[in-house]
């Protein structure tokens, strides 16, 4: 089978990230299916347009399913279904908190626990989760949502460890700032919206958070990055895309005192 052949899956491919790699990929001829939660039974008449819920288990497992039986193969899973949440962690309640790891976390683990045993038995695969920055650093107002992206990197390279020898790769992916519908769909903690000690930092930190993704690049640059990884024997545990002040970030929170790494985030996120 050539490479450009290969058999890829990928969520959240209604809309950014995921609909930029499908439409990226597809062009350059590899067999894509695009699943999304949003896709409607219309959609899915379309056989490579497939209604997946990544927090229910029989959704995911019925998705994964019709493509084997389609194909009888899965060369390539890219996770990318997710959202945003932002609020204070205090004012964030813990029924928001379980629904933004249900998605981000257990969603992305329940695609992967669906198609392992395929590619086991294949003896090859590639799994590539879409994580962020923010799952290497923790941001102000954004707590549950890198809290969430700091358990699938946790997750992720235990799983690398563990399935490298069925010849299963797995990869992280670590966007930055992209400009992608993901600022619109955020979803704000309910108590944000209240008069709160916390009120006027949150909306500062809000607007720089949305003023750095409407500024930042068009997601076909992870698109092409996905590409060279998928054509990669031997792809590397992590990959970061973004901005050079993002990358720099990531070094300075290993070398700075966290006082003074603390001040540098504060003050960007409060215009200070």
Known sequence: MQINRSVVLITGASSGIGRACADHLSMKGFKVYRASRSFTATDSADDATLHMDVNLDDSVN???????????????????????????????SIEEMKAQFETNLFGTLRVCRAALPLMRRQGSGLIVNVSSIGGLISLPFQGLYCASKFAL??????????????????????????????????????????????????????????????SGRAPLAIAHLLERIINQPSPKCRYVTGAWHERAAIILKALLPCKFYERLLMKHYQGG
Request: glycine residues 8%; contains cysteine; hydrophobic residues 40%.
């Open 62 to 92: 019925d998705c994964i399913l019709r493509v084997a039986e389609m194909e009888g193969r899965i060369d390539v899973i890219v996770n990318c279904a997710g959202y945003g949440l932002a609020g204070a962690v205090e004012e964030t």
């Open 153 to 214: 990197e946790a997750a992720t390279e235990a799983l690398r460890m563990e399935v490298a020898p069925f010849g299963v790769r797995i990869v992280l992916i670590e966007p930055g700032d992209f400009n992608t519908p993901f600022t619109a769909h955020r979803r704000r903690a309910v108590r944000s919206g209240e008069q709160t000690a916390y009120r006027e930092r949150f909306e500062k930190a809000l607007a720089a958070m949305e003023r750095d993704e409407s």
